[in-house]
């Protein structure tokens, strides 16, 4: 598996893996905009992109890992993390941060296996399922 920057080439295959792309315009337009802004990574498998993740640098002036989405049929097989290790190296040693709602259990399980802390929560973004917050000091 190889990780890297997504280009323009790389537009339809990651609105592919990600299933509220598939519906929401704004999503494939806020794609669109990281991967010409250079802040979308994706993660190949034998030629396929099977995730990709999105940075942003607004979070209070910080970075943070908005997005991370591994195809459906790829999960469990290092992708995530494969992704983690690229945007930490993208942050070059910054304190990163990153959310995910409390019922993902398997994003919140590799957060902390990669050695995030819990640094929040967040009430009322999707009702009855708060987001928590997480950050990584030192990036990678």
């Known amino acids: ?3 890297r920057h997504a280009g323009t080439l790389d537009r ?9 792309a598939a519906t929401d315009l704004l999503r494939r337009e806020h794609i669109g905009t990281a991967i010409a802004a250079r802040r979308c990574l994706v993660a190949e498998r034998d030629g396929r992109v099977v995730g990709y993740a999105l940075l942003t640098r607004n979070f209070y002036g910080r970075d ?4 991370l989405i591994v195809a459906e049929d790829a999960r469990r097989g290092g992708v995530g993390s494969a992704l983690l290790t690229a ?3 993208d942050v070059q040693g910054r304190v990163l941060f990153t959310s995910t709602n409390e019922s993902n259990a398997p ?4 957060l902390l296996k990669r050695g995030y802390a819990p640094s929040g929560r967040i009430e009322n973004l999707d009702p009855g399922d708060p987001e928590l917050v997480f950050v990584k000091r030192g990036g990678g």
């Open 12 to 20: 339809r295959a990651v609105i592919a893996i990600d299933p509220v």
């Open 87 to 89: 945007v930490e190296r």
């Open 107 to 110: 994003m919140r399980a590799l």
């Open 64 to 67: 943070f890992l908005e997005l």
């Open 1 to 3: 598996m190889r990780t």
